[in-house]
């Protein structure tokens, strides 16, 4: 697919960024689009390998590469290179929904799996893919695609993240008439709320909810299921329910005494704060999306505090990002595991995901702005020092893994001057109140159960479950992944059948 010498022909070209000094002013998005040009060279790379293991989603030694959606890679990046760009979208909306979500936030494992990258650096898959639905948009493609029958059957989602969305969008498509419920004031979940603005821009989440409202999802917010609404209610009102409501409970860490400390929150709490602010605002509309119109007090502030991130993972990332815009006086992310090579390791060949260094856009602000990588490594907090509730410091001690266990290395302490403690250490299953209104069992892992991991039925009748909750923690390649294949099976439940 794509010219079959461009591989040879051209190099791999990132988007490029804007500089630090200027991108850390604002909240906006920050990339730099190649010219349409340039994007068909890109596109040009791809190699007809006829092995496409980008779109094969292989797991390997515990870990994926390929696109869990299955998308048809080689097929629109062939169709992008010849300046086919609404065949191109159409073969890749045959599989994703959502693009212009994983077009930004996705860590792409289909060029973690891409054969060019055993010789070159790989296809830029990840940014064809944004191009191809920002096209989309930009040129009227993406029209509302409203059912011409109904089946007669309703369907309440309970969760409005990507994996929520994606089960409405595909059973609303199949003439199911869906309502979605959502706790938080707008739809998104994670989408909206988890994920800061320079990286998913919320306007593209209001421009999908507008999309998919006109071809006849109802959106609910402001509802907590569970509470505002119970279950045994939206058992009677519809045929079928699909819990999507994420995994949601973070985990804690053990020396914080985050009731009686102030300055100590969890990360997903600290990103909300400040989206709500900007939004709160009106800054979205504006063409510099700040904080400078927010209301004293209306957000979590880092500015002018030694900030100390517990979690080296995405979220971490997001939250030293985040904490730099705010005009932090210092950031320190704290790891656990020790720091991975910068190259590939023999004992990690292609197409095991590969684990390598990533330095990601958060840790280059922080080197920008401070001069070095902010990232401590087997490093955990070992003591919360604070005087009268007020949080001071943080002692840390260096670890080490012995015989599987995680042990303190004597001697090592340190401490580290904290005006705010965030921790982004993941999540631990989902907020078990909604489970238990509707009776559904919860698996060790306080994860909703169904009969077998690739099934999405629930122990009770026409209850289903999706996403983070049901598979716990992930990505949100995954949660839509996850979504479509429920909405299949619902649609069988419903039908008897499935043409999906």
Known sequence: MGKSTGFMEYKRVDENSASVKDRIKTFNEFHR?????????????????????????????????????????????????????????????????????????????????????????????????????????????????????????????????????????????RGHSVTVYEKDDRVGGLLMYGIPNMKLQKEVIIRRQKL?????????????????????????????????????????????????????????????????????????????????????????????????????????????????RHGCKSVTQIEMMPCPPTVRAASNPWPEWPKVLKTDYGQEEAIGVFGSDPRIYETTIKEVIAKNGKLLAVKTVKVKFDNGKLVEVPGTENTIKCDLLLIAAGFIGCQEYVAKDFGVALSNRNTVSTADPDLYNTNVKKVFTAGDMHRGQSLVVWAIAEGRACAKEVDEYLMGYSNM
């Open 33 to 173: 689009h190649l010219s349409e040009e340039d994007r068909r060279q890109q596109a040009s790379r791809c190699m007809d390998c006829g092995v496409p293991m980008c779109q094969s989603a292989i797991k390997l030694k515990g870990m994926v590469t390929g696109c869990p959606l299955h998308n048809l890679i080689p097929e629109w990046n062939d169709e992008i290179y010849k300046g086919h760009y609404e065949h191109a979208l159409s073969r890749l909306l045959k599989t994703s929904n959502f693009p212009e979500f994983t077009g930004r936030v996705c860590p792409a494992l289909c060029e973690k799996a891409c054969i060019c990258g055993t010789v070159e650096d790989s296809v830029t898959i990840h940014n064809n893919e944004l191009f191809l639905i920002e096209k989309g948009f930009e040129e009227g493609y993406m029209k509302p695609r409203i059912p011409l029958v109904r089946s007669g059957k309703k369907v309440a989602v309970i969760g409005s993240g990507p994996a929520g969305l994606a089960v409405a969008d595909q059973l609303n498509h």
């Open 212 to 324: 998919m409202e006109s071809e006849g999802v109802v959106f609910k917010t402001s509802v907590d299921v569970g509470k505002d609404i119970k279950a045994s209610e939206l058992l009677k009102q519809f045929d079928a329910v699909v819990l999507c409501c994420g995994a949601k409970n973070p985990r804690p860490l053990a020396a914080a005494d985050m009731k009686n400390t102030n300055g100590i929150y969890y990360a997903v709490d600290f990103l909300k704060s400040t989206t709500k602010a900007i939004i709160g605002s009106g800054a979205l509309l504006q063409d510099k999306v700040t904080l400078s119109s927010a209301k004293e007090n209306s957000y979590i502030s880092a500015k002018d505090k030694n900030v100390v991130i517990v979690g080296g993972g995405d979220t971490g990332n997001d939250c030293v990002g985040t904490c730099i």
